[in-house]
């Protein structure tokens, strides 16, 4: 079984900051993808942001230069920093990691976690 548990959420200030934190445990290998997503009410889910094992990052572009995703492989885990948040950045941020079932597979499986909230207030 695969979980990612999310940290980090909350309730901040506009122009404030915050850094969400993802780890991922079980029985997931070869994580090749870890990225954040996020919906808003009456949204569809968006992608924010992703970085490869590599560490090469993808930003939407209401978040560059604002965002920084980053990751640590040996603690399969990514970190979304959040800086100069807007009211428009309020929403459940979730978690997502591509890995394989097993340490000699490359088949990727996409896993999510439960979702944290974050909340941008004006």
């Known amino acids: 079984q695969v979980q990612l548990v999310e940290s980090g959420g909350g309730l901040v200030q506009a122009g404030g900051s915050l850094t969400l934190s993802c780890a991922a445990s079980g029985s997931i290998f070869n994580i090749n993808t870890m990225g954040w997503y996020r919906q808003a009410p009456g949204n569809q889910r968006e992608l924010v942001a992703q970085?490869?094992?590599?560490?090469?990052?993808d930003y939407a572009n209401s978040v560059k230069g604002r965002f920084t995703i980053s990751r640590d492989n040996a603690k399969n885990t990514v970190y979304l920093h959040m800086t100069s948040l807007k009211p428009e950045d309020t929403a459940v941020y979730y978690c997502?990691?591509?890995?394989?079932?097993?340490?000699?597979?490359?088949?990727?499986?996409?896993?999510w976690g439960q979702g944290t909230q974050v909340t941008v207030s004006s």
């Open positions: 970085v490869t094992s590599g560490g090469s990052p």
């Open positions: 997502k990691a591509l890995g394989a079932r097993r340490q000699d597979s490359s088949v990727q499986f996409q896993y």
